[in-house]
């Protein structure tokens, strides 16, 4: 059994900068052991930071340098150069992603699935394919109006998710959600449309949920 929130009290002061945490905070935990909590500001900051590392996109990270652009057209934004820098090259990347998801868009959903899932009664599909010798899926879920993909290796270290409009023709595909580096998003998405190109099936899968 997990632990919860009950049994573990909500943290108090920001691990890293000492700061109240009574606006909010972000917790890591190592299974049932919370490692740290840290304030909103300072969990962004350790994001940028770990994202200069690896290069892997996490989902806020993402949305961080999204809000980032939309700022600078107002002349606001991040004033830090480093950061500002960071999250320039974050959403570079999330751009190029964008263009992959809209290619992705064109080859599986409007190359033949979305005629195949509109008619079904079932929500949850699923495909296999293999990039370098790695098995990986693509998982896909229809509720509501809306479908996601999520593609990702069978180790499950890495993702991208895209979601789009179940009806209509027009293109509205954009990101959902990701971890992954630039190079290994694009490579997930391009992989998934030459399999789809050669054959690869989606069939039905329960198991399928919202991810």
């Known amino acids: 059994m997990s632990e919860t929130a009950t049994e573990t009290p909500d943290p108090t002061h920001c691990d890293r900068c000492g700061a109240s945490l009574e606006r909010g905070w972000s917790e890591r935990w190592s299974g049932k052991k919370r490692i740290h909590a840290w304030c909103i500001p300072c969990a962004d900051r350790e994001r940028l930071e770990e ?6 996109l996490t989902t806020q990270v993402m949305v961080r340098a999204s ?3 939309a700022l600078r057209e107002y002349g606001k934004g ?5 950061e500002r820098n960071l999250l320039a090259r ?18 599986v959903w409007f190359g033949g699935l979305a005629e195949q899932v509109r ?13 370098a010798g790695e098995k990986h899926d693509v998982l896909v879920w229809s509720c509501a109006g809306r479908v996601v993909f999520t593609i990702e290796p069978a180790d499950e270290s890495r993702h991208i998710s895209v979601i789009c409009a ?9 990101i959902k959600g ?5 190079q290994q998003a694009i490579a ?6 030459v399999a789809f190109a050669s054959g690869m099936q989606f069939e039905r899968d329960d198991k399928v949920g919202m991810f």
């Not at 008619?119 to 990039?131: L, N, Y």
Request: charged letters at 25%; one cysteine or more.
């Open 51 to 56: 994202y200069a590392k690896t290069g892997e």
């Open 67 to 69: 809000i980032d652009n």
């Open 78 to 82: 991040v004033t830090c150069p480093s």
């Open 90 to 107: 974050a959403w570079a990347s999330t751009e190029a992603i964008q263009r992959a998801a809209k290619d992705f868009e064109r080859a």
């Open 119 to 131: 008619a079904a009664e079932h929500r949850g599909w699923r495909a296999g394919f293999q990039i």
């Open 166 to 174: 179940e009806d209509g023709g027009e293109s509205t595909m954009g």
């Open 178 to 182: 990701i971890m992954a580096t630039e």
């Open 188 to 193: 997930m998405l391009a992989g998934a449309c």
